[in-house]
């Protein structure tokens, strides 16, 4: 395979990251949603740790997303 | 280069240019042009100024400019008290800074006022200054660790009740995971910035190149691409707050680590 084409190749696999980031920033907000369902009252005291965990989760996406831009742009 | 394809370079909107042709200005041996990064910085700090100085009458009763400046305030002191407890107070101003330069910021390089003309640049899509605002954080970290705790600071990387065995393997990730805060901190603003407005540009292109094709392509593409773009700078409006939030958030945490230790 030619070196570009491995590259471009490469950067469409990292969208598997942004896919599985997806996967764990909708888990992160539904369970959230269905505990604060069960017990309203204890909701809003979780929000700060609802967005920690948001954040790492996205973070790791964005990694993914990274890789795929030095792939394209750097490498 | 894989955008050459198309008409529009999604990656040309991060591109630093100097203005009023200072491309040649010098400092002790540094180019210091007054690029469109540096505009829009300084557009973002007068509007911020203005923003807080007409919110500072300090009235009795709050008319609906201090009123919007006031319940910033308290969002962030909250966030303090909530995260930091009493301690946090002294932070406010700094937290309250950061929190509204990032947001006014992400703000800003979403305004539509390309139609006009002009180019509005986001600079926290850069990862220089995403990366300066992370290491003044994680400086205030450091100052307020070492300063109140003196060498305790570093009881900071072993947990209380963690078995001796145990010390040296967790002492060795929270290290790691103590010293890699600051990157992830800017990554997490610039990626986050980047994606979004690279996505913009993406979908825009489809809608010119998609109109420009014909009236088929224009009905099956350039329609449905234009009616995302929307739904995605909404979406876009949304993020540019939650990072902001999380940005502030997380520096507040970790200021609680300095503050407090385990």
């Known amino acids: ?4 084409a491995a590259k471009l190749v490469g950067a469409g696999l990292a969208a598997i990251g942004a896919g599985m980031a997806a996967i764990g920033v909708g888990n992160v907000f539904g369970s959230f949603l269905e505990s604060a369902l069960r017990n309203p009252g204890a909701a809003d005291g979780q929000q700060g740790r609802l967005f920690i965990g948001f954040a790492a989760a996205e973070l790791l996406g964005l990694l993914a997303f990274v890789v795929a831009m030095i792939l394209i742009f750097v490498a | 280069m894989a955008a050459e ?7 040309k909107q991060f591109q630093i240019e100097p203005l009023f042709g200072s491309a040649n200005w010098e ?22 100024w203005t923003f807080v100085a007409g919110g500072m009458k300090r009235e009795l009763v709050p008319g609906r400019w201090q009123m919007a400046v006031e319940s910033f305030t308290g969002f962030i002191d909250d966030m303090l008290e909530a995260n930091v407890g009493k301690e946090g107070r002294k932070y406010v101003s700094y937290i309250f800074s950061l929190f509204m330069f990032i947001l006014f910021a992400n703000l800003l390089g979403l305004l539509p006022i390309g139609v006009l003309g002009l180019h ?5 899509s850069h ?22 705790h003196g060498i305790k600071f570093f009881t900071l990387f072993v947990p209380h009740g963690t078995p001796a065995a145990m010390v040296l393997p967790i002492a060795l990730i929270e290290f790691f995971s103590f010293m890699i805060r600051p990157f992830s901190l800017a ?20 809608v010119i190149d998609g109109l420009n094709a014909g009236v088929g392509t224009s009905l099956m593409v350039a329609i449905p691409s234009f009616a995302l773009m929307i739904a995605i700078s909404a979406l876009e409006i ?3 707050g939650i990072q902001a939030y999380v940005f502030a958030l997380l520096t507040s945490l970790y200021i609680n680590d300095a503050e407090h230790l385990h």
């Not at chain 2, 400092?27 to 911020?48: K, P, R, Y």
């Not at chain 2, 990862?127 to 109140?148: E, M, P, R, Y």
């Not at chain 2, 980047?194 to 913009?200: D, F, W, Y």
């Open chain 2, 187 to 206: 990554l997490r603003l610039f990626v986050a910035m980047m994606a979004g407005h690279v996505l913009l540009k993406v979908l825009s292109s489809f």
């Open chain 2, 120 to 124: 509005p640049f986001t600079f926290t």
């Open chain 1, 1 to 4: 395979m030619e070196a570009e």
């Open chain 2, 238 to 240: 949304l993020v540019a």
């Open chain 2, 127 to 148: 990862f220089t200054v995403t990366g300066v605002l992370a290491v003044i954080s994680f400086s205030i970290v450091l100052v307020v660790g070492f300063w109140k």
């Open chain 2, 27 to 48: 400092l002790a041996g540094f180019n210091i042009a007054f690029t469109n990064s540096a505009l829009w910085m300084a557009i973002t700090v007068i509007l911020l």
């Open chain 2, 5 to 11: 394809q198309g008409k529009v370079d999604p990656m």
